[in-house]
């Protein structure tokens, strides 16, 4: 069995600096049930908390929803961006300001028993035959 732990963050802009951050344009992309539309606004899990840690810091404005490349590319080119449900892998963790971890998700690997099969990495994975995952109506924009 292999588990993969994703931690879902609110991520800034490294260059963003502390005083820079009272005006943060806050963004996220629709990731059900962690940010989604509904009745025309923006909801769900991760928002409700977001929304409620901007109220409470005054660091940023209302919420926008955008592509999440969009707002991935966002964190790169303007100042004062800050996008959430962001997936941390180990290439952007230094790269980019954390705050959270709003959500962790862990995705597990499992065979039958007494099949034989082994799975310890992803590689292993690949090797596997066929492989039968759950389907889901929420889709993970952020990876």
Same mark, same amino acid.
């Given at each position: ?9 609110? +991520? ?32 769900? !899990? ?28 966002? !964190?790169? /080119?303007?100042?004062?961006? +800050?996008?959430?449900? =962001?997936?941390?892998?180990? /290439? ?9 971890? !709003? ?5 597990? #690997? ?11 990495? #992803?590689?292993? +994975? ?5 492989? +039968? =995952? ?10």
């Amino acid at each position: 069995m292999m588990i993969l732990s994703v931690l879902f963050g609110f +991520a800034v802009g490294a260059q963003a600096t502390a005083t820079e951050t009272a005006g943060l344009k806050v963004l996220t992309a629709e990731n059900p049930p962690l940010n989604f539309i509904k009745d025309g606004e923006i909801t769900g !899990l991760a928002t409700e908390v977001i929304r409620e840690l901007v109220k409470r810091t005054g660091t940023g404005e209302n919420i926008r929803l955008v592509a999440w490349q969009e707002g991935y590319q966002a !964190l790169w /080119e303007q100042p004062n961006i +800050a996008l959430f449900s =962001t997936v941390m892998t180990s /290439e952007r963790k230094n790269l980019l300001q954390w705050v959270g971890p !709003l959500v962790v998700l862990d995705t597990n #690997l499992y065979a039958l028993k007494g099949s034989r099969i082994k799975i310890a990495n #992803l590689d292993d +994975a690949r090797k596997v035959n066929k492989i +039968a =995952t759950a389907d889901s109506s929420s889709k993970c924009n952020s990876d």
